[in-house]
């Protein structure tokens, strides 16, 4: 008995394992073509300001819409677009798309600002601030109203080079958060030596957030610490109205998540924009 159960465990390992490649293949070979057939584009999640209730900013998530395959999601062809050495373009294009997207938004809302997700390999690259100054002289945008989101695995591939590559960028006036923060390394005292401005704190976190557990989480000391490094604070992933309240309460800084918005197609960013008021919250 125990033999065949081997068997079929094995069998079911076997089985999951050319899945996964087949996979691969599948969405490499249509990937390897997805930039020229033109079947990326851009969402936008808006980010609540907690003080003024207002929009302060977007963040750009990428989407793939393949004929064969619909809507593949990011988390299932960002680290194959990064194994297949794709991602240096469809980083480019992204930051590129964003700022064109902020050119033309510059005008009704200077104050906005637009983020974009960055992966390792792109900070790898010894060109690389020099391609995104141009990027964002050409689109003739001032750099604050551009951001960048990076993790801190990201970090960690080759601290020393990585750091120097965001502090230049900052000293262009570009926004840099530090996004899924707590799912990584986490060295909390490395912190207040990275050229960053803010911290995202990862949903997880703040799904943990309820009325039964409202001193007795991560989040709130999270937030208390980064004050105290200097550095701004957004939660992602906030999907209700009890999370949005107590994080007004822990003084956090910027919300993103359901409860505002889900990431929306430009056009309708553009209609957000124009009608949303605020989200106010009571910090009692
Ligand atoms: P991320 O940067 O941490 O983005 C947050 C993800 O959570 C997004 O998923 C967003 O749609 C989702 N989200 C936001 N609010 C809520 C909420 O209230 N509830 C729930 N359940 N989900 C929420 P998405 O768009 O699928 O992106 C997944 C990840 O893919 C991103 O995580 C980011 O790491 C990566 N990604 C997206 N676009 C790009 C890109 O242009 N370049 C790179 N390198 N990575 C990207
Ligand atoms: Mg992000
Ligand atoms: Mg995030
Ligand atoms: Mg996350």
Same mark, same amino acid.
Not at 37 to 42: A, G, I, T, V
Not at 151 to 170: C, I, N, P, Q, Y
């Given at each position: 008995k125990a033999k065949t159960s081997g068997r079929n465990t094995y069998k079911m390992f076997d089985h999951a394992i050319s899945n996964e490649i087949a996979e691969k293949t599948v969405l490499g070979t249509?990937?390897?073509?997805?930039?020229?057939?033109?079947?990326?584009?851009?969402?936008?999640?808006?980010?609540?300001?907690?003080?003024t209730g207002r929009i302060s900013g977007l963040e750009a998530l990428i989407r793939w819409n393949n004929p064969q395959l619909g809507m593949v999601s990011p988390l299932r062809f960002i680290r194959l677009a990064e194994?297949?050495?794709?991602?240096?373009?469809?980083?480019?294009?992204?930051?590129?798309?964003?700022?064109?997207?902020?050119?033309?938004?510059?005008?009704?809302?200077?104050?906005?600002?637009?983020?974009?997700?960055?992966?390792?390999?792109q900070l790898m690259q010894t060109d690389f601030v020099d391609k995104v100054k141009s990027i964002i002289e050409q689109a003739n945008i001032p750099p604050q109203m551009i951001?960048? $989101?990076?993790?801190?695995?990201?970090?960690?591939?080759? %601290?020393?080079?990585?750091?120097?590559? *965001?502090?230049? #960028? @900052? $000293?262009?006036?570009?926004?840099?958060?530090?996004?899924? %923060?707590?799912?990584?390394?986490?060295? *909390?005292?490395? #912190? @207040?030596?990275?050229?960053?401005?803010?911290?995202?704190?990862?949903?997880?976190?703040?799904?943990?957030?309820?009325?039964?557990?409202?001193?007795?989480?991560?989040?709130?000391?999270?937030?208390?610490?980064?004050?105290?490094?200097?550095?701004?604070?957004?939660?992602?992933?906030v999907e209700t109205q009890d999370q949005a309240r107590l994080l007004t309460e822990y003084c956090c800084d910027t919300f993103q998540g359901y409860f505002a918005s889900k990431p929306l197609p430009e056009e309708d960013v553009k209609s957000f924009l124009k009608t949303y008021k605020y989200i106010l919250l009571c910090r009692d």
């Open positions: 249509y990937l390897r073509s997805a930039m020229v057939n033109k079947e990326f584009l851009l969402h936008y999640q808006p980010k609540i300001d907690m003080v194994e297949m050495g794709l991602i240096v373009s469809i980083g480019y294009w992204v930051l590129q798309e964003a700022c064109d997207f902020a050119a033309r938004l510059y005008k009704q809302y200077p104050e906005l600002r637009i983020s974009v997700n960055l992966s390792s390999v951001g960048l $989101e990076i993790t801190e695995s990201l970090l960690m591939e080759s %601290f020393t080079a990585s750091v120097g590559k *965001l502090d230049s #960028l @900052k $000293e262009f006036g570009m926004y840099i958060e530090l996004d899924d %923060f707590g799912t990584g390394y986490s060295s *909390l005292s490395y #912190l @207040k030596n990275l050229p960053i401005h803010a911290v995202k704190i990862d949903k997880s976190f703040i799904d943990d957030i309820s009325e039964t557990n409202r001193h007795n989480n991560i989040t709130e000391a999270i937030i208390k610490l980064a004050h105290m490094f200097g550095l701004s604070v957004v939660a992602e992933g």
